[in-house]
């Protein structure tokens, strides 16, 4: 399969049949997320970076033999390797016995949050979040060291002639967009702080927050987008998402309990624990939607700087052809 | 009453599921881009409706039914408009529909006479 | 047996296409989508571990007594996000490679690395008495 479009649609249909087997094996925060990130944040990243990079795949390498043999052989170890394994659903499985079951018994006592996966998350297994949010938060940095553009100011009557032009262009999905943005970031919202009661949490709300903030920069062009959301803002946004985090965490230190031990925030334990999950479900909620944004919009930047590039070398080519072309046409 | 809810219920499931089925053997089988996206945007806006209405029918609580109403809405206004997107982008590129075979008397005149 | 293990033998099916193409393709965008592939079968792979036969989603309510396994979930729900990351980052390192050597395919790159290293060596062999470089320049 030579065309990379095609791949890319492929992946994101892959990603959706991935989310709805996670909703047939119990998993609906899993499948929630994967929802979410792979078939819509994934594919459209690679839509953005095969529109820079060429759409056709030119092949050359002729040998798949010895790649062949190689997968053959680590596929039959790994099926030799799981004849030991614990049937599927089984309930007497090892990674039943010993943490789980206490998670599930003890959860509602000691935190009192009716989402398991949101108590374990956000509060047994706090510490591996907040790794995981400053993993989030350097990918961004890292996309920014690679890709960030320096811009020259534009003038507001560029920005409102291509906005008129492209208002003809696009006008149904332009209006439709229009009164779906507010709807989408409101769910975004309640999926953030609902993510105690069902599925949901700060994961699934940053990224649904960062699609609503896409679709416009997407339909109302990325001059338009920046004068509505302030570069700069957003990646302060980032780093007080983290932050906040790690201070609830150091706040929990400085009032004599571990570190990210909630009990000891408020006098109520269980108080405790549901502020604490709550600062710091905002805190992943923040850096995710900011992270997400950060990483479009400097994709974006770097296609509309190549498309300048591409442009200004045209001319300039022309502008020779046309010096060229002065001398022996008089 | 139970009966009527359940038989009615009943009744709009399986005319989604059976709308759904249709848009994909219609995908399949469809000869070209723009009567296969009319097949899609069947099963995502009409099977999907009527399935909702189904689970309308038969929910158990006032919120489920409001969130019901609300996917609804989202589905009826989503659905066609990205047909419209998908088939003006086609338009755009310059993919095109493909036409009957017209017996049209003006322009075999024309091809006569010119 | 056959059904007991029937999803594991899927998963690594899963896991050895993702594990070809990343090896057999030269495209750089086709080795990442061959990673996600990875990523994602093992996803599915701890998912279907976490389930218990006639458990239901790990979120309490009064009237069930059986759960599956919430842990892998949380395990999953990190790992989806950093995958997510990475593939952003691999794919700003693909913009970058595609704006200096002008191409994506690994053969090119390897081709232009391997020309600018014999050119580098060339003009620093008039320096070093080694007996090779000379012949080439010879």
């Known amino acids: 399969m030579k065309d990379l479009f095609a791949v890319v649609m492929l992946l994101g249909i892959y990603g959706l049949l991935s989310a709805s087997f996670f909703v047939a094996m119990d998993a609906v925060d899993v499948a929630f997320t994967e929802a979410a990130v792979g078939a819509g944040i994934s594919t459209l990243l690679m839509l953005v970076v095969i529109s820079m990079t060429g759409r056709r795949e030119i092949t050359t390498r002729h040998k798949p033999m010895s790649a062949l043999l190689v997968v053959a052989i680590t596929g039959f170890l790994l099926i030799y390797g799981t004849l030991d394994m614990p049937y599927f659903g089984s309930a007497d499985a090892p990674i039943h016995g010993h943490v789980a079951p206490r998670y599930i018994n003890d959860s509602m006592q000691e935190i009192g949050v009716p989402n398991i996966v949101t108590s374990v998350l956000a509060s047994y297994r706090a510490f591996d979040t907040f790794g995981e949010v400053v993993v989030i938060f350097t990918a961004g940095i890292g996309v920014l060291a690679l890709l960030s553009v320096v811009r020259r100011p534009e003038d507001p009557e560029e920005i409102a002639a291509i906005n008129d032009s492209m208002h003809e262009q696009h006008l149904v999905i332009r209006i439709v967009a229009k009164i779906l943005i507010p709807f989408i970031l409101l769910f975004a919202l309640y999926v953030q702080f609902h993510g105690d009661f069902g599925p949901g949490g700060g994961f699934q709300a940053g990224v649904i927050f960062a699609a609503a903030i896409i679709l416009y920069t997407m339909l109302f062009g990325l001059s338009t987008a920046r004068t509505v959301i302030n570069q700069s803002f957003i990646r302060l946004i980032a780093a007080i998402g983290v932050l906040l985090y790690g201070s609830v965490g150091l706040a929990t230190l400085l009032s004599g309990g571990n570190f990210f031990d909630y009990n000891v925030l408020v006098n109520d334990p269980i108080a405790g624990q549901h502020l604490g999950i709550m600062l710091i479900e905002l805190g992943v909620g923040c850096t995710v939607a900011a992270v997400m944004i950060i990483i479009f919009f400097s994709f974006a930047a770097r296609a509309e700087m190549q498309l300048n590039n591409k442009k200004q070398r045209q001319d300039k080519d022309k502008d020779k052809d046309n010096k060229n072309k002065e001398p022996s046409s008089c | 009453m139970d009966i009527v809810i359940n038989i009615s219920s009943g009744l709009c499931l399986f005319i989604g599921s059976f709308l759904c089925l249709c848009g994909g053997v219609g995908m399949l089988r469809f000869p070209d881009f723009y009567t296969r996206m009319h097949a899609a945007g069947v099963t995502d806006t009409l099977g999907s409706a009527m399935i909702l209405i189904g689970l309308m029918i038969i929910s158990t609580g006032f919120l489920v039914f409001i969130k019901l109403v609300m996917i609804l809405l989202l589905g009826i206004l989503i659905g066609p408009t990205t047909s419209h997107v998908l088939a003006k982008a086609a338009l755009h590129n310059g993919l095109e529909p493909l036409l009957g075979h017209e017996e049209d008397p003006d322009t075999d005149n024309k091809e006569t006479t010119s | ?138």
């Open chain 3, 1 to 138: 047996m056959l059904m007991g293990l029937f999803n594991h033998w899927v998963v690594i099916a899963l896991m050895m296409i993702g594990l070809y193409i990343v090896i057999a393709h030269g495209n750089l965008i086709k080795k990442i989508v061959g990673l996600t592939l990875f990523q994602t079968s093992v996803f599915i792979f701890y998912i279907s571990m976490a389930k218990v036969n006639g458990g239901t989603a790990p979120i309490l309510a009064d009237d069930i007594i059986v759960y599956s396994n919430p842990l892998p979930h949380v395990l999953i729900l990190t790992a989806i996000v950093v995958g997510i990351a990475t593939t952003a980052l691999a794919l700003s390192l693909v913009v970058r490679i595609k704006e200096t050597y002008g191409s994506i395919e690994e053969e090119n790159i390897q081709h232009q690395d391997n020309q600018a290293f014999e050119q580098s060596n060339s003009q620093n062999g008039s320096n070093a008495p080694k007996g090779s470089k000379q012949e080439k320049q010879a």
